[in-house]
């Protein structure tokens, strides 16, 4: 140890001795004291001393009120530099960060609005561009020794505290340059052998971000040229590896993320918390709490995911504030000056209830002065639907144009068809939406539009499912993965506009990004299926995609079940769409019957009449059933039933016979059983079990009457499916026992019955037409 270090240490020694009331050495609360020529003692007024050189030792003051020193450091000091040639989102979030914690107006952008000349920092390394522009920036303060430079990245970069946090913390190292570590060694691993050893915290040097006095910087920028191209992380390791500059510029290393927390290789090192109403990141390794937020690497994903929260982007009592950011309000009293919006609709496979998502298109509010639409149908069994809705509505469009199955456009040629078809129109954004994707909300289009994101799409999930048009986080490989937040993102415990890494059937997309070769999206990547291909190549191009549930905008048809070579196959699909099905079958005064100051109709003693399914259905169930025509002969013969022999013999046509037994039950469980326990008081039986549903067909040439019987039921179900008076003369049903008759049924009203004992009944004759009913023997 050379005599003066010897003598500095004894002095501090005695200074701790004579002040021991007051002072006490340690890493907390940090005064910089410089003992080289002087040394300072404590007083009421003492603070925190600036240095200049190397020979540091620290002290603490100590107050009874206060147990830290704050350093005698103006903000105003502080010299803030990033890089970024375009204001991309990760640019605009990297600004929000800074603007909530109170710097924005302090940020020296370098480089903005020209030519990135870094190299292709995401495939390969590069950066030098950044020493450059920063060593040129920082000309003038070369040789000031006050002033401290604060740098970080931009596109990747959220900040997490104020810049006297970030002060104090640097001051608190004893540092005069601080950079930030990672746990990688790149992008020359072979130096890692190199690196100082660390007891505990993360080994390498990261150039994303760092802290130091500007002369030192400016020193270290100028040590050595360096090109455009060449790797500014290469070029800070060398400085740092450098015994001589290490110690000459006093150059640390934020081993555990006191400041800056890079995220790649250390997602597992930090959680997102909640403290009151702000979010905050904790280093649970090394417990502390960063105040710069770096997605370097690949973990722009999970930077992206954190991102919705942090910052105050996300509150629990306000929810989201980002949200707010760079929307507008576009008066519905002027339309005219609504953006140009081109509609996409694809229909690439067979969809159930196409006519519904064609009318909720049509319905959005929103002028169709200034939309135009394009429909690719790759579907021959949907071109009647298609064309139909041409043929009603297209003239009320700007314009509009129709590819059909026959023009034999596949998918991804279509898709590059419509953003072509955007860009000759000369529209404002996009909107991809595929035949899945129901916008029930009418506001939507106009919601997304005043959203004013690049890429936006709205939440839209298969009802009373997991399944949505989002995802919250990806795996290695590029598939799914639930995020932390997924599930209360699609029960909308959490509102807001998220940053996702996936979003598909439904997006609107501003015409800037489509018109520029850099960020024109791409369905085409390989193996990859269309969905796929074009968020795997928004990522890759940094194109950040949001999807919002500030409000509800609508669902998802679920098309995977959906088998066209069925009659009337959207019949089918009581379970997988049952919203949609009950939407379009359900009689609308179903709900009705379930109101407690209206007493259910009795026709007959114990009879009970509901409102239960619409005219479609009627319609539709006939023509399901006349289709496949294979009805009984009406004789006690039938090799149907497990015994081969029918008692009381109907012709009729059995649900298993045309593949509409399982969906009968389940029509049963759902919309039967809750009439029939409010009627029917202290039975219950779920799921109602039936082993017996068919539809019966009356005609005169044929069967035109029943004769009196019991059902094998505890209840027993009787639906019209055509009208009396109408299709049929005649028919009806007599319940003997009370000598009261049901002859004026109505289509898609359900009769509902005693099975045994009491209401011994028959089927009335029909004289003239054909009349249809639907029977279910319930709980035999």
């Not at 709490?289 to 690949?298: A, D, E, F």
């Not at 002028?367 to 579907?379: A, D, E, G, M, Y």
């Not at 000369?426 to 106009?446: T, W």
């Not at 796929?532 to 509800?552: D, I, P, T, W």
Request: with cysteine; net charge negative.
């Amino acid at each position: 140890m050379k005599g003066q270090d010897v003598l500095e240490r004894l002095m501090l020694s005695v200074v701790l001795l004579l002040y021991g009331d007051q002072l006490t050495a340690g890493n907390e609360g940090i005064c910089k004291t410089k003992l080289s020529h002087d040394v300072y003692v404590p007083s009421n007024n003492l603070s925190c001393q600036d240095v200049s050189d190397n020979k540091l030792f620290v002290i603490q003051r100590y107050r009874p009120e206060q147990k830290t020193c704050s350093a005698s450091f103006n903000t105003s000091d502080i010299l803030i530099f990033t890089v970024a040639s375009n204001e991309t989102d990760g640019f605009q979030r990297y600004l929000r960060s800074a603007e909530v914690y109170g710097f924005r107006d302090k940020l020296n952008v370098l480089g903005l609005g020209e030519p990135w000349k870094g190299g292709n920092v995401v495939k390969y390394s590069g950066g030098g561009y950044k020493i450059n522009l920063l060593r040129k920036a920082l000309q003038e303060y070369q040789n000031d020794e006050r002033k401290i430079v604060f740098f970080t990245d931009s596109y990747d970069v959220i900040f997490l505290g104020d810049l006297s946090a970030i002060v104090e913390r640097f001051l608190n190292t004893g540092a005069r340059v601080l950079f930030s570590a990672e746990a990688y060694c790149w992008p020359d691993s072979s130096l890692a052998a190199q690196y100082p050893p660390v007891s505990r915290g993360k080994r390498y040097l990261n150039s994303g971000g760092f802290v130091g006095y500007a002369s030192d910087v400016y020193k270290i920028l100028d040590t050595a040229p360096i090109k455009d191209e060449d790797d500014d992380q290469l070029f800070y390791t060398t400085v740092y590896l450098n015994d001589e500059l290490r110690v000459r510029h006093k150059i640390k290393l934020d081993h555990k993320s006191e400041i800056f927390q890079n995220l790649y290789g250390a997602v597992a090192d930090v959680e997102l918390r909640f403290k009151g109403e702000e979010a905050y990141l904790q280093n649970i390794v090394y417990n502390t709490v960063p105040l710069v937020l770096h997605g370097n690497g690949y973990s722009k994903l999970v930077l992206n995911s954190l991102g919705n929260y942090l910052a105050r982007a996300w509150t629990p009592d306000e929810g989201c504030q980002a949200c707010w950011d760079r929307t507008i309000e576009l008066d519905k009293t002027k339309p005219e000056t609504y953006p140009v919006i081109l509609i996409a609709v694809f229909v690439e496979r067979p969809t159930p209830f196409l006519e519904e998502f064609f009318q909720a298109i049509y319905r959005q509010f929103y002028p169709k002065s200034k939309l135009h639409l394009f429909v690719h149908n790759n579907v021959p069994y949907h071109e009647d639907v298609v064309s139909d809705f041409f043929e009603r509505f297209s003239r009320e469009y700007l314009s509009a144009k129709q590819i059909l199955p026959s023009d034999s456009v596949s998918e991804v040629d279509a898709r590059k068809l419509a953003m072509d078809h955007c860009l000759l129109k000369e529209c404002s954004g996009y909107l991809s939406i595929d035949s899945v994707a129901h916008l029930d909300n009418e506001f939507a289009l106009k919601l997304l539009v005043e959203q004013q994101r690049g890429i936006v799409a709205p939440l839209l999930i298969r009802p009373y499912k997991a399944w949505s048009n989002f995802w919250g986080a990806i795996t290695d490989d590029g598939f799914y993965a639930r995020s932390f937040d997924y599930m209360e993102i699609i029960k909308n415990e959490r509102r807001g506009l998220w940053n996702v890494p996936f979003v598909s059937n439904c997006y609107l997309i501003n015409a800037t990004i489509i018109a520029s070769k850099g960020t024109r999206p791409s369905y085409e990547d390989g193996d990859l299926d269309t969905e796929m291909a074009f968020a795997h190549g928004n990522r890759q191009r940094g194109l950040f995609m949001y999807v919002s549930n500030r409000l509800e905008f609508g669902h998802l048809v679920d098309p995977d079940t959906y088998d066209i070579q069925l009659t009337y196959p959207d019949m089918y699909q009581i379970m997988d769409n049952k919203l949609d099905w009950e939407k379009r079958y359900i009689h609308s005064n179903y709900s009705e019957n379930f109101n407690p100051d209206k007493k259910p109709m009795q026709p007959c003693p114990d009879v009970y009449w509901f409102p239960i399914v619409n005219l479609r259905f009627t319609k539709e169930f006939v023509g399901i059933v006349e289709t496949f025509g294979q009805w009984s002969d009406g004789t006690n013969h039938d090799p149907r039933l497990s015994g081969g022999y029918e008692n009381v013999p109907t012709r009729d046509i059995h649900m298993n016979q045309v593949q509409y037994e399982q969906q009968w039950l389940y029509f049963l469980k759902e919309y039967v059983r809750p009439l029939q326990e409010l009627v029917f008081l202290g039975y219950f039986h779920d799921p109602p079990r039936s082993l017996m549903n068919f539809v019966v067909r009356y005609r005169p040439d044929e069967q035109p009457s029943l004769r009196p019987h019991h059902d094998s039921s505890t209840y027993t179900i009787n639906i019209a499916l055509n009208q009396a008076g109408v299709d049929y003369e005649g028919g009806g049903c007599r319940f003997i026992r009370y000598n009261c008759s049901v002859t004026d049924t109505k289509p898609g009203w359900m009769l509902m019955h005693p099975g045994r004992l009491t209401h011994y009944h028959e089927g009335l004759r029909v004289i003239a037409g054909t009349r249809y009913i639907m029977i279910s023997f319930v709980d035999p």
